[in-house]
């Protein structure tokens, strides 16, 4: 039998709640769970062991909050009492200054000492999420800190293993960060979500991503956040119907006001379902269609126009950058043959922003590759890739510079769009301006003068060949007409190459107006709250007028509150001293924030226009902000990582972010709270999916039981059957005996 364990009253200078039993020398007393321990075998191992439980932190925690500490009147008259500095506490002028202070105990200090343990704990876990690191290297960067710091009681006292970070990320500073987000979106009254999806290689799932746009109320600005993640095995719309409603919860979709995504048929067919989904009756509103995300339109644009020709200028780019792509002996040769250490881009049609980069160094080092081809096969040395034979068709092109050159103008005219729209920020007001002076500027390239009256640039006829400038007119741009002036091209391949100059455009154009947001009625309307149409009261009126009619149709405003929001409008837009702040605005400065502070210091109330204001300001130009999200994932990801940590590293991450950086980061009561509680989460989870297994298993084996019994009851069937038919058989043997017996006699 094991040996029982005495108290032992040393242990009470530990712990200041322990008490000793009377009477009874192998139990123990706390008197802050009132609670009797038994000291059994493990003594004072006991006593830790009930340290470490919930209930007993919770009330220790409890108890050193509502504790005071006491100080004497007049310390200086007895100067060997001890002293503690105030830390919110009460002085209590009644003690006479010959009496003895009464000073905090020590589990007050120990308290404070853990408090901020707990704090340096949790800052290091946020770093480690800040830099995509993984926990175990952050494991071993922590063991560092006792021997960094070797005077300091905080950095010994730090203990951080890469479960016990694992538990504190998931189940204490994640839950904390969603929480207190989730409660600001509830207090929104409108919300805009987007969502793209890309392969989690680690899952090899496919990870749809949801990020939200709202009006901060805090800020008084537009924010765009990271929302939650959802798995996919298959992308058919049910399966995204069902998890898009999975991730959004709690949140009332009642106030979606718009889905922004890119243009998959698939994601068209998601928002009809979504739409029925969420108008149940007449008076719900309805989500405002924008059409795809309008940065995915204009990049598709570019690519529809780029494979009109018959250029393939996209094999050849790619080509090139993998002919010397992991083979040090071949770019050892290029450098030898050509005195160049200038190698290819690696180009990626997808890279919205890399597109003429990757053309421009194409076209600094052709006169390069052509001595590099020329060598090679002089030495006969030549590569028998598949790439190098994609090179060596295309270099002897004369006109292939002239068709790089072309390439990357019509890529600078796209990219400047793209790049501006890379962003935050509210550009939705300048979203049909800036889609329209695109398509212009395309169209005077290949598009008679005469043809492009104001009005009619959307409506332009690709069929009418008469509208169309002289093949040799095209603008192509000056460097093109460079090159062609150096090329020795014959006549034939000058007109098919200015031919399919226009057929790049034409191509480019048409996608643009198929696809881009720029069809939509609501577009053009919303560009109402663009400062400069203000200053054309007609145009203004025009757009606002339509914009409201939108709104009211679709149910997010009543026609009452519309026509105050149009008066206040206008009468706002009207004063002189607000026309020179339209005069004056630039592009730099916020919009959003440009017209709230003009709304909110007018001196009568706005609140129909500022309650526009805040619903047209989130609406999304792009969808820019998921797609960066999925460069974070990448950074995110390690070997076997559950999605569960992603999706609680990614809510850290872009909480981090939302508060201004690590180095702004204040780690607040609540935070601490609720990461002492996150083992007890953990506890709990685990606990949760062990009866989850436990109850799986039972449920298997009982479909194995019923499996078996189930051919064990068709095995026993089948034999009755059998013995049945043999039964049947000899009974007709001995009915057709008696029959025969019975004719004979």
Not at 117 to 146: G, M, P, V, Y
Not at 166 to 178: C, D, H, S
Not at 383 to 404: C, G, M, N, R
Not at 600 to 619: E, G, Q, R, V
Request: charged share 25%; glycine share 4%; aromatic share 10%.
């Amino acid at each position: 039998m094991a040996k029982k364990c005495s108290f032992n009253s040393m242990w009470i200078k530990d712990f200041s709640w322990l008490q000793e039993v009377p009477n009874d020398r192998y139990s123990a007393y706390c008197s802050l769970c009132n609670k009797k321990l038994n000291l059994s075998n493990m003594g004072r191992r006991a006593i830790a062991s009930h340290q470490g439980t919930i209930g007993h932190k919770g009330k220790e925690g409890s108890a050193s909050k509502s504790s005071k500490l006491f100080f004497p009147s007049q310390h200086a008259a007895n100067p060997n009492t001890s002293i503690v500095p105030e830390s919110g506490g009460i002085q209590d002028n009644h003690i006479p200054p010959s009496s003895p202070a009464v000073v905090p105990s020590s589990g007050i200090k120990k308290y404070l000492l853990k408090e901020n343990i707990c704090k340096s704990e949790i800052l290091w876990c946020l770093q480690a999420i800040a830099t995509h690191r993984s926990l175990r290297s952050a494991e071993k960067d922590a063991k560092l800190f006792s021997q960094m710091f070797k005077d300091s009681e905080i950095a010994k006292g730090i203990q951080l293993g890469r479960d016990k970070m694992a538990y504190f990320l998931i189940f204490g500073i994640a839950p904390f960060f969603k929480e207190n987000f989730m409660k600001e979106l509830l207090l929104c009254e409108h919300l805009v979500i987007g969502f793209d999806e890309s392969l989690n290689k680690i899952s090899q799932m496919q990870q749809m991503d949801l990020n939200v746009r709202f009006w901060c109320l805090a800020t008084n600005e537009v924010k765009t956040r990271y929302l939650n993640s959802a798995f996919l095995g298959r992308s058919c719309s049910e399966d995204l119907l069902a998890a898009f409603k999975e991730a959004t919860k709690p949140l009332n979709l009642k106030k979606l006001f718009q889905v922004s995504m890119d243009g998959p048929n698939t994601n068209f067919k998601f928002f009809k379902e979504l739409t029925s989904c969420i108008k149940e009756g007449p008076e719900d509103p309805e989500i405002l269609n924008m059409g795809s995300c309008g940065l995915h339109s204009v990049n598709l644009a570019f690519k529809t126009g780029a494979k009109c020709t018959n250029w393939k200028i996209f094999d050849f780019m790619r080509a090139l950058y993998y002919v010397f792509k992991n083979s040090p002996a071949r770019r050892a040769l290029y450098m030898l043959y050509t005195n160049s250490k200038d190698f290819p881009k690696k180009f990626c049609a997808i890279r919205w922003l890399e597109n003429s980069q990757v053309a421009e160094r194409c076209l600094d080092i052709l006169p390069h590759i052509k001595v590099f081809i020329e060598q090679v096969e002089k030495d006969k040395n030549a590569p028998t890739s598949k790439s190098y034979v994609t090179i060596k068709e295309h270099i002897s092109d004369p006109l292939l510079p002239a068709k790089f050159a072309f390439f990357q103008s019509i890529a600078n005219e796209f990219e400047s769009f793209l790049t501006e729209y890379q962003t935050d920020v509210p550009l939705i007001p300048f979203l049909f301006e800036d889609l329209t002076n695109l398509v212009s500027r395309l169209l005077k390239r290949f598009v008679l003068r005469d043809a492009l009256k104001e009005g009619n640039i959307l409506n332009v006829d690709f069929e009418n060949v008469a509208s169309f400038l002289p093949s040799k007119k095209i603008d192509v741009g000056i460097s093109a007409l460079c090159h062609i002036k150096k090329a020795k091209a014959s006549e034939g391949q000058l007109n098919t190459f200015f031919k399919d100059a226009r057929k790049f455009l034409i191509g480019c154009v048409r996608k643009l107006l198929e696809r881009s947001p720029l069809i939509y009625i609501l577009t053009r309307s919303v560009s109402c709250f663009n400062p400069m149409v203000t200053l054309s009261e007609t145009l203004f009126d025009q757009r606002l007028t339509k914009l409201l009619l939108i709104l009211c149709e679709n149910n997010w405003m009543t026609p009452t509150s519309a026509d105050k929001a149009k008066n206040q409008l206008k009468e706002v837009c009207a004063e002189s001293k607000n026309v020179s702040k339209l005069k004056m605005y630039k592009r730099t400065e916020r919009v959003d924030k440009f017209w709230f502070d003009l709304l909110s210091t007018y001196p009568k109330p706005c609140n129909d226009a500022i309650s526009l204001l805040k619903m047209i300001m989130i609406l999304s130009h792009g969808n820019s902000n998921v797609e960066r999200g999925f460069s974070i994932n990448k950074e995110c990801l390690w070997e076997n990582m559950k999605e569960q940590t992603l999706i609680a590293r990614r809510i850290v991450y872009d909480s981090i972010q939302a508060n201004g950086g690590i180095n702004n980061f204040e780690v607040s009561k609540q935070l601490i709270l609720s990461v002492r509680n996150s083992r007890g989460n953990y506890e709990e989870y685990k606990e949760k999916k062990r009866k989850e297994e436990k109850e799986l298993r039972e449920n298997l084996k009982r479909k194995r039981e019923a499996k078996n019994q189930l051919k064990e009851l068709k095995a026993k069937k089948l034999k009755i059957l059998e013995a049945a038919q043999k039964d049947s058989l000899r009974a007709e043997e001995e009915i057709a005996s008696l029959k025969l017996l019975q004719m004979k006699l």
